[in-house]
């Protein structure tokens, strides 16, 4: 508790010097995230709730903490947002299909040797559940790419108020092109960093390699990355189309 406490101070005090009043909003927002992180984990125990309504809800939620609250409400915030929604409605869909093909819902195996002694007839839709999972997982990397692309093609129509729309949306294109390979190797090295544990567990069962790719803990984070990279991915052109027309038409 101790060591929470004092890195929670260290993390704060250097957000507040280097960020500025930014950065203490993004200190509050961390712990914003968090509440609503948990007030949606209390309502999936209704089983009346529909989980999937509830994540775009919290998606939505969760944009407008991390690019309004943080950064204002301004053109580069506005066209982010309407980004990342309409990205994760498009990622919606697949994410849907890929839970239902794959089967990585409920437990794995690994977990059930751990809960045996529990029930797991919780009234809940796993496969709902694996959804919303996916959905929250990947909305982060969407929102910063959004915001990674609307702020510096804002700043290029502000220095280059002449420049035209097809000119600006290809200066969006080479942005994202630069933090494609840093984006989705920052979800790959998050994703072996959290289950190292798991992987010196396979390691010491001497699991094989066709088993381990094979197991749904091991398929369902994986899944995890590849959507959240497709995210990154289609948000791109979507926040440069989109801040192009909303800077450039305003001119206009």
């Not at 929604?85 to 990622?91: A, E, F, G, Q, S």
């Not at 559940?129 to 959004?146: F, K, L, Y």
């Not at 798991?198 to 984070?221: C, H, M």
């Amino acid at each position: 508790m101790n060591a929470l406490v004092l890195l929670s101070i260290i993390l704060f005090l250097l957000m507040t010097v280097i960020g500025g009043r930014k950065g203490i909003k993004s200190f509050l927002a961390i712990f914003f995230n968090f509440g609503v992180l948990m007030v949606i984990i209390f309502i999936m125990l209704d089983p009346k709730i529909n989980i999937i309504i509830l994540t775009l809800v919290a998606s939505v939620v969760i944009s407008s903490i991390n690019l309004f609250f943080i950064n204002d409400i301004n053109s580069k915030t506005k066209t982010a947002f309407l980004s990342s929604i309409i990205t994760i409605v498009i990622l919606f869909i697949g994410i849907v299909i890929i839970t239902e093909k794959s089967m990585i819902q409920g437990f794995a195996e690994e977990e059930i040797r751990e809960l045996s002694g529990f029930s797991l007839h919780i009234g809940i839709d796993f496969v709902k559940i694996g959804i919303s999972v996916i959905i929250m997982s990947t909305i982060g990397a969407i929102i910063d790419a959004a915001i990674a692309i609307s702020s510096p093609m804002r700043e290029i129509h502000f220095h280059n108020p002449t420049i035209n729309r097809k000119d600006l949306f290809r200066s969006g294109l080479n942005i994202g092109r630069d933090i494609i390979g840093t984006s989705t190797n920052t979800l790959l090295f998050a994703f072996f960093g959290g289950f190292l544990g798991l992987f010196i567990y396979f390691k010491d069962l001497s699991f094989p390699l066709g088993e381990i790719v094979n197991s749904k803990i091991f398929s369902a984070e994986i899944i995890t990355i590849l959507c959240a990279g497709i995210g990154v991915i289609i948000v791109i052109p979507i926040t440069s189309w989109i801040t192009a027309l909303v800077l450039v038409g305003k001119e206009k």
